[in-house]
Nanobody, 123 residues
Framework: VQLQASGGGLVQTGGSLRLSCRAS????????FGWFRQAPGKEREFVAS????????KYVDSVKGRFTISRDNARNTVYLQMNSLKPDDTAVYYC?????????????????WGQGTQVTVSS
């Protein structure tokens, strides 16, 4: 499976961005997906995950109520809608795929990673 992330950019505090992650080469509907981020000097952090069906999602506490993960199986694409962005959200965001049906927080269960897209939130 190959993952192509896009949608990052520069936005002011309080603004919104939508990240996309398009998958190719695999059975999209049999993959769980996650978004992670890594800020300069910090470890990679789990952000959100979505199950095969899309019926189950999980978020890190710091983004609950602001970010929404979703998937479109017809387009082989996973999205991360980010609203009310804060400077602390600045990071490189990565999408990842896992061959498991449920939401997954631990990065070790993801066996395919996209190239990352930069999100910068100015104060």
């Amino acid at each position: 499976v190959q993952l192509q992330a896009s949608g990052g950019g520069l936005v002011q505090t309080g603004g919104s961005l939508r990240l996309s992650c398009r998958a190719s080469g695999g059975t999209f509907s049999r993959l769980g997906f996650g978004w992670f981020r890594q800020a300069p000097g910090k470890e990679r952090e789990f952000v959100a995950s979505i199950s095969w069906s899309g019926g189950s999602t999980k978020y890190v506490d710091s983004v609950k109520g602001r970010f929404t993960i979703s998937r479109d199986n017809a387009r082989n694409t996973v999205y991360l809608q980010m609203n009310s962005l804060k400077p602390d959200d600045t990071a490189v965001y990565y999408c990842a795929a896992a061959p498991v049906p449920q939401t997954v927080v631990d990065a070790k269960y993801y066996d395919c990673w996209g190239q990352g897209t930069q999100v910068t939130v100015s104060s």
